[in-house]
Antibody, heavy 123, light 111 residues
Framework: QVNLRESGPALVKPSQTLTLTCTFS??????????MIWIRQPPGKALEWLAR???????FYSTSLKTRLTISKDTSKNQVVLTMTNMDPVDTATYYC???????????????WGQGILVTVSS | QSALTQPASVSGSPGQSITISCTGT?????????VSWYQRHPGKAPKLVIY???KRPSGVSDRFSGSKSGTTASLTISGLQAEDEAHYFC???????????FGGGTKLTVL
């Protein structure tokens, strides 16, 4: 059974760095084609993808946020970590991690997702 | 790029059918057969219900179906049940630079 769970702080102050961890089970990020993605949804707004990391350690970032994002993986711990620098109140959102089963065949859909973690940016 | 456009809310009575639209552009929905749809109940993880525009994952009811016409994709739920009440959002591949775009989400109310 595949499961994903996000963890991290619920509250961060403006200008701080956010670090979120996605811990998963039921599959390996060393499997050829496997990929993980971070997505967020600010209150009342559409979801937006943030960063993606593939089995071969290729990394991709949202154009609008790439200067602030870093994604990494620890395959021994089955974890993917996202850091976002210089947090602002507009970054208040629910942050999700999700799996892409095979980017090599263009499986650009996300299944499963984690439950999400609400991060509030406020002083 | 802007998000895909969905209606904020739709409603229907048990047993009826509803359709949720998702409008994009020729650079996303219109150019790729890679629209996916997700169901999200409050406090739960989003669940994939349609991928590649029309395909259902194993375990998803055949009451859920997807279609596409031009730059608009649609999710139809037939034989509405109380358990279908949830938020639904669409997603489309948008090329190697933008990767994916999402809709704003639609709240389905089962009356």
């Amino acid at each position: 059974q595949v499961n994903l769970r996000e963890s991290g702080p619920a509250l961060v102050k403006p200008s701080q760095t956010l670090t979120l961890t996605c811990t998963f089970s039921g599959f390996s990020l060393t499997t050829t084609g496997m990929s993980m993605i971070w997505i967020r949804q600010p209150p009342g707004k559409a979801l937006e993808w943030l960063a993606r990391i593939d089995w071969d350690d290729d990394k991709f970032y949202s154009t609008s946020l790439k200067t602030r994002l870093t994604i990494s993986k620890d395959t021994s711990k089955n974890q993917v970590v996202l850091t976002m620098t210089n947090m602002d109140p507009v970054d208040t959102a629910t942050y999700y991690c999700a799996r892409i089963s095979n980017v090599l065949t263009g499986n650009y859909w996300f299944d499963p997702w984690g439950q999400g973690i609400l991060v509030t940016v406020s002083s | 790029q802007s998000a895909l456009t969905q209606p904020a809310s739709v409603s229907g009575s048990p047993g009826q059918s509803i359709t949720i639209s998702c409008t994009g552009t020729s650079s996303d929905i219109g150019d790729y057969h890679l629209v996916s749809w997700y169901q999200r109940h409050p406090g739960k993880a989003p669940k994939l219900v349609i991928y590649e525009g029309t395909k259902r994952p194993s375990g998803v009811s055949d009451r859920f179906s997807g279609s596409k016409s031009g730059t608009t994709a649609s999710l139809t739920i037939s034989g509405l049940q109380a358990e279908d009440e949830a938020h639904y959002f669409c997603c489309s591949y948008a090329g190697t630079v933008n990767f994916v775009l999402f809709g704003g989400g639609t709240k389905l109310t089962v009356l």
